[in-house]
């Protein structure tokens, strides 16, 4: 019996825990709440129509994608794309850093043994992004270790289909191409010159 009052007063404090406020009569007309929005608006308006009177920054329109924003930062991130070595292969070792760390789970990376190399175990039988998923937040090219994949500075990631917007390993590879030495010797070069310093 006792276990039972204990068990009831319990699910009473969660109950009234969990219960949302009531709303009151004039909060659930919401009266209130669009007055503020359209006084929000009206402030907006009204500050950004003075500044394009007194022909200030900040009230611009730009007509996209015939005009584009000439203040867009230059670290802005965009489409991306993957470095090749001077022979045209990936620079990409396939270790799955980039998929592993990625929040939207839109990167499909497949490895294979596919250089004579022997500082190179593998690198990607297949390597595809879907875009449609990309929240574009970098950190793929941040979890890089040899630096194979970047993105640019295209943010034009548009199709009329959602597969237009999945990309594979040779479109990532030839869209923007980058060749850049063997990671392996930037890796010796840097080592070189280290221990010449010392
Ligand atoms: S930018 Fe972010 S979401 Fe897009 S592929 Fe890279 S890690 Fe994933
Ligand atoms: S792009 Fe970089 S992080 Fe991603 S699998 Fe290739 S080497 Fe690893």
């Not at 005009?67 to 930062?73: F, G, H, T, V």
């Not at 070792?93 to 497949?110: K, N």
């Not at 190179?120 to 039988?125: C, L, M, N, S, Y």
């Amino acid at each position: 019996m006792t276990i039972m009052h204990r068990n009831n007063s319990m699910e009473t404090k969660k109950r009234k825990y969990n219960n949302r406020k009531e709303l009151r009569f004039k909060e659930a007309i919401y009266l209130i709440a669009i007055i503020k929005g359209l006084c929000i608006t009206a402030r907006i308006f009204f500050r950004n129509l003075f500044k394009w009177i007194t022909k200030r920054r900040g009230a611009v329109t730009t007509y996209y994608p015939e005009e584009e924003r000439a203040d867009r930062s230059p670290y802005i991130r965009g489409k991306h794309y993957l470095v090749q070595n001077p022979d045209g292969a990936p620079r990409c070792v396939a270790c799955m850093m980039c998929g592993t760390v990625c929040p939207a789970h839109c990167m499909y990376i497949e490895a294979a043994e596919v250089s004579a190399d022997p500082d190179i175990q593998k690198g990607p039988k297949r390597f595809d992004i879907d875009l449609s998923l990309c929240i574009m937040c970098g950190f793929c090219v941040e979890a890089c270790p040899v630096d194979a994949i970047r993105m640019s500075d295209n943010v034009k990631t548009v199709g009329y289909t959602r597969k237009d917007l999945y990309v594979d390993m040779n479109h990532l590879l030839t869209w923007n191409p980058h060749r850049e030495p063997f990671f392996t010797d930037v890796l010796r070069n840097d080592f070189q010159e280290r221990v010449e310093k010392e």
